[in-house]
T-cell receptor
Framework: GDSVTQMEGPVTLSEEAFLTINCTYT??????LFWYVQYPGEGLQLLLK?????DKGSNKGFEATYRKETTSFHLEKGSVQVSDSAVYFC?????????????FGKGITLSVRP | EAGVAQSPRYKIIEKRQSVAFWCNPI?????LYWYQQILGQGPKLLIQ????????DSQLPKDRFSAERLKGVDSTLKIQPAKLEDSAVYLC??????????????FGQGTRLTVV
């Protein structure tokens, strides 16, 4: 079945540091790929997405590129802020059809110190 | 626009008791999901509704869990009887549906269940 593997955490960075969070997936066909974020005390919210190979999703300075050849969707940000401290989840859903369930990775906690 | 509403936010029950969670999706969203998130893991789909029909309940432990979505709007998820391993956050999400598929899923804040 479909699965998502995220790098082990937690991750602690200093403000303005470069961030990379690795994500690889196993799925049939061409799934859609997502990064969700959960800020302290809040619900899950979509950060960015990509729906086909070589697409780049971007939002709030974060980027991720859909790499079919390496089945990866790594999240990057050039300069993190304290406000980026949160839990980040990589996820996928089937490309088409009524069943659009999300399969999530385990999540990784990012802490950014001033 | 109002988001996905869930209640209660927290619940503590003893094992073998029953519990119910309620979800009100975003107005007009045809698709509703219930996810279970155990501490340290990502959310796992329990059941997906399209209007009031079930699309996927393959990971719902049907011997103790049940869910319904009457009139294709609100939904309830019930556990009876609860086990210690049911301690988790139960997330409800909704999305709209078109001929090209489902749009982005919006999540509620979840119900944190502790079974003691």
């Amino acid at each position: 079945g479909d699965s998502v593997t995220q790098m082990e955490g937690p991750v602690t960075l200093s403000e303005e540091a470069f961030l990379t969070i690795n994500c690889t997936y196993t799925a049939t066909g061409y799934p859609s790929l997502f990064w969700y974020v959960q800020y302290p005390g809040e619900g899950l919210q979509l950060l960015l997405k990509a729906t086909k190979a070589d697409d780049k999703g971007s939002n709030k300075g974060f980027e991720a590129t859909y790499r079919k050849e390496t089945t990866s969707f790594h999240l990057e940000k050039g300069s993190v802020q304290v406000s980026d401290s949160a839990v980040y989840f990589c996820a996928l859903s089937p490309a088409t059809g009524a069943n659009s369930k999300l399969t999530f990775g385990k999540g990784i906690t990012l802490s950014v110190r001033p | 626009e109002a988001g996905v509403a869930q209640s209660p936010r927290y619940k503590i029950i003893e094992k073998r008791q029953s519990v119910a969670f309620w979800c009100n999706p975003i107005s007009g969203h045809a698709t509703l999901y219930w996810y279970q998130q155990i501490l340290g893991q990502g959310p796992k789909l329990l059941i997906q509704f399209q209007n009031n029909g079930v699309v996927d309940d393959s990971q719902l432990p049907k011997d103790r869990f049940s869910a319904e979505r009457l009139k294709g709007v609100d939904s309830t998820l019930k556990i009876q009887p609860a086990k210690l391993e049911d301690s988790a956050v139960y997330l409800c999400a909704s999305s709209s549906y078109s001929l090209t598929g489902n749009t982005e899923a919006f999540f509620g804040q979840g119900t944190r269940l502790t079974v003691v």
